[in-house]
């Protein structure tokens, strides 16, 4: 199951405050953060990102993608994450 638990989803705003771990998504443009899984030891959390946004009626804003869940291994692999936190 790739989603978030409803606790999970309530930490989002800590999470981006305090951003212990972000990724910059060199193919996306995306922010990645990362956060710890509470079920889960082997996997991490994932929130996505893009700044400047379009949005026909506001104007460029900053978006939340998506959210979901990944494989601690996939961020310390993937050739398309930049550490930049």
């Known amino acids: 199951n790739q989603a978030l638990s409803a606790d999970e989803i309530k930490q989002i705003v800590k999470v981006l405050d305090e951003a212990k771990e972000v990724y910059w998504d060199t193919k996306e443009e995306s922010l990645v953060y990362f956060f710890d899984d509470l079920k889960n030891s082997k996997?991490?959390?994932?929130?996505?990102?893009?700044?400047?946004?379009?949005?026909?009626?506001?104007?460029?804003?900053?978006?939340?993608?998506?959210?979901?869940?990944?494989?601690?291994?996939?961020?310390?692999?993937?050739?398309?994450?930049?550490?930049?936190?």
């Open 43 to 85: 996997k991490v959390n994932k929130i996505i990102i893009r700044p400047d946004y379009k949005l026909k009626k506001f104007g460029k804003t900053n978006a939340l993608i998506t959210l979901g869940k990944v494989d601690k291994d996939t961020k310390e692999s993937s050739k398309e994450y930049e550490k930049i936190k």
